[in-house]
């Protein structure tokens, strides 16, 4: 017979453990702008950004990462987005800083939104591709991750890759990953490019437009007093989850799928862009 007592401790570790693996949004994120657009809600479950004529918002982690595994579900801008970009990125700081964006361009309802994605390195940037996604991104929350090791970063939505940008060092192309980056989001008025180029304005009888976000979870390297801390939470499964993500690449179900992506949903490639670049695509588009 199971003891009461022993029943009882299990049920309190269980319920203890899942209260620690809850995200909550006070301790990784601070609002950093928007004048009280920006709120963290629930007890830290649920965060929200708004604009509207005046303002928009926007928070950042108090974190800085060197790589990691960092996932967040986001709900967009529902209706009539036109013209509001919601970006989230990690970035560093100075003119020769890393940058890996993930920004939204909302769109006249029923249009669909278009994922626009860019690495920067060094301060160069210039790499972009676009996504129309395969749902509606406004119906739901949904998972956007980047997975940032020294090899590769790996843009994924709900668990499937859209874009594996490989380190290219070996053709002089630098690489993310002697600077720490911060996450960064915020959502404001565009409409001067967003949306077909900037045609179609925000339709400010519409306002305020709202984003959400929850579920944050970074199995990430933290940097601290100069250095970085991978095993922060030391146990011994996130070590070897740690030492997982540290090596990962795409396995040969994840390249299928990243293939599928970019068939389908792809609408701008950079890498394929031959009149941007009369004098040859840039080097790291012909790392395989
Ligand atoms: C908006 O919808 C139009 C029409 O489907 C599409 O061409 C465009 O890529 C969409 N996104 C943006 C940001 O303009």
Known sequence: MVSPVLLLSILLASSLSG?????????DFDITWGDGRANILNNGQLLTLSLDKTS????????????????MQIKLVPG????????????????????TDFEFLGNLSGDPYT???NVFSQGKGNREQQFHLWFDPTKDFHTYSILWNPKHII????????????????????FPKNQPMRIYSSLWNADDWATRGGLIKIDWTRAPFTASYRNFNADACLWS???????????????????????????LTSQEKLKWVQKNHMIYDYCADVKRFPQGLPPECSVV
């Open 80 to 99: 009539n987005s036109a013209g509001t970009v919601t970006a989230y990125y990690l970035s560093s700081q100075g003119p020769t800083h890393d940058e």
């Open 19 to 27: 209260f620690a693996l809850a995200s909550n949004l006070n301790q």
């Open 225 to 251: 007093s100069g250095t970085s801390h991978c095993a922060s939470k030391a146990k011994a499964p996130a070590v070897s989850s740690t030492k997982n993500w540290l090596n990962q690449e795409l396995d």
């Open 115 to 117: 994922l626009h994605t």
């Open 155 to 174: 843009f994924s939505v709900d668990g499937i890759p859209i874009r594996d940008f490989k380190n290219a060092e070996s053709k002089g192309v630098a």
């Open 56 to 71: 928009g918002s926007g928070f950042q982690s108090k974190n800085q990462y060197l790589f990691g595994k960092i996932d």
